[in-house]
Structures are given as C-alpha cells and as structure tokens.
C-alpha cells in the first residue's frame, strides 16, 4: 500500500500553470516542481514565465517557460501542442490565469470601478480572461488526459466567488472610494459552475476537476487596508503568499484521488462568520 506522504509525489508528471508568472501561480509552480513534476509555466508575460522556470531549474528542478494568452484559441492551441510533442502528454491543469483588481502598492493608479458606471469593455475583457480564458485551456488540455484515462484540472477561484464582497474595507480616508468590481464575484462564481460542469461531465473517464478558493493574501498591502482585511477573518490577518501551495499539491496529486466536483476554500476563515 502507498504511503500517506508518498501520495503528494509529482514524479514524472507534466504540470501547466495558466497565470504561472503571477503570485501565487510561481508559488504553485515552485511547489509542483519541489513534488517532482516537470512545470510548464504558461504566461501572457513571456519574460516573466521564463524567469520563473529559470528559477526553478536553478533548484534542481524540472520546468519551462512559455507564453500564453488564455483568450486566444490560437495561442492555447499551440502551447498545448508544444507541451505534448515536448513531453508526451498533459496531467494536470492550474487554471490560474486571471484578471484581478489589486489595493496592493502596485496598483495604486485605478480606475473608477463603481457599478453604475462600470465600463463594458473593461467587463468584456474580464470575461475574456477569467471565463473564457479557463473554458479554452480546459477544452485543450482535456483532449490529451482523455487519451491518457487520467488527468486533474484545478480551477483556482475566490472567496468573492462564494460571498460578496465587503466594499468596507477597500474604503481610505481622504481618498476616492474604490469598489471591488462587479466582474470579479460574476466571473469567480461563474469559475465554480465551470468546475461542477466539468467534473461531472468527465465522469467514468478518469478526469478529476476541482476548484481552490484562496483568501487575500498579502502582498505589501497599506496597513490600513490589512487592518481591514484582517478584521473580516476568523485567523485575523492575511493569507501569506506561501499558504495555499499545501492545498494546491493536495488537490493536483494522488491524496486527492477521491475527490472531484469540489472546491477546496482557504480563506483564513472569512467565509465561516
């Protein structure tokens, strides 16, 4: 019988992270290549990818930078392609790619996002990016794992997902109010139908598609709006950029055998209140 630990082994496993230069995407990267899996880091920013990979072969492990734009049909076509003429085959999927306004320091130049007057272009791309962007990279790689009988797509969402968001604590003294905008719940909730589609239509095939709903995690955050943040949770603080990487691995291995259709939520305990 396999050892517990043995079951979050990545050995010989291809992995593509959507989003892989991001934040937590190089934390999930890192993670899969430390587990034993050769990492495929796909993102928009080629340079960025490619340092990441870099990065992450200079630690001994096994990884490739390549650029992707999730909302383009070409370009996800072709980096899957590449993936299997390189290495054969597709075993998991991070969905992580995604569109997401940040109150962090380097973003302090926003747009007005207040719902009445929220631009449709601006929606449009969101769209673009959170939902249609995981629909064709879902689509892609689901061709391949089919093939195989196996495979694992993870499908990373948000607490706004499952709960409004508290416009409060995105409130400064003396400045303009900024909002959570309305695209991040819509397309974030849309990220948990997309995963119970999945999962059950891939049932019998050998495909396991799970989500994973993430907390804010700090980032160099403004004390004000830590405090803030902080206020709303159970644990009382932030996520740090490190604390989702166990229930990633969890949900791209073996532990997780048993389990599909679900989605993993580590938010600190905000959505426990």
């Known amino acids: 019988m396999t050892k517990e630990l043995d079951k979050f082994r990545m050995d010989g496993r291809v992995v593509v992270v959507t989003g892989g230069a991001g934040l937590l995407g190089a934390e999930f990267c890192r993670t899969l290549a430390d587990a034993g899996a050769l990492v495929v880091v796909a993102d928009l920013d080629v340079a960025g990818a490619e340092n990441v990979a870099s990065g992450l072969r200079r630690a001994g492990g096994e990884a490739i930078g390549i650029g992707l734009d999730v909302t383009q049909i070409e370009s996800v076509t072709r980096a899957v392609s ?96 900024q909002f959570k905008p309305v695209y991040y719940s819509v397309t974030k909730a849309g990220v948990l139908g997309m995963t119970r589609y999945l999962a059950t239509y891939f049932a019998g095939t050998g495909l396991r598609v799970n989500a994973l709903t993430p907390g804010g995690v700090f980032n160099d955050h403004d004390d004000g709006f830590v405090a803030n943040y902080s206020a709303r949770t159970v644990l009382g603080r932030m996520a740090r950029r490190d604390e989702m990487n166990g229930a990633l691995l969890f949900l791209a291995s073996d532990a997780s055998s048993y389990m599909t259709g679900s989605n993993l939520i580590v938010d600190g305990g905000w959505t426990a209140w």
């Not at 597709?90 to 207040?114: G, M």
């Not at 993870?154 to 508290?166: A, F, M």
């Open 82 to 177: 590449h993936v299997r003429a390189e290495h054969g085959r597709v075993d998991v999927l991070v969905n992580s790619a995604a569109l997401d306004p940040k109150f962090d320091p380097a973003h302090h130049e926003r747009a007005a996002n207040a719902f009445e007057d929220y631009p449709l272009e601006m929606w449009n791309q969101a769209l673009a990016v959170n939902l249609t962007g995981m629909f064709l990279c879902s689509q892609a790689v689901s061709r391949p794992m089919l093939e195989q009988g196996s495979g694992v797509i993870i499908n990373i969402c948000s607490t706004y997902g499952l709960v409004g968001p508290d416009q409060r604590i995105y409130a400064q003294p003396g400045k303009p109010r």
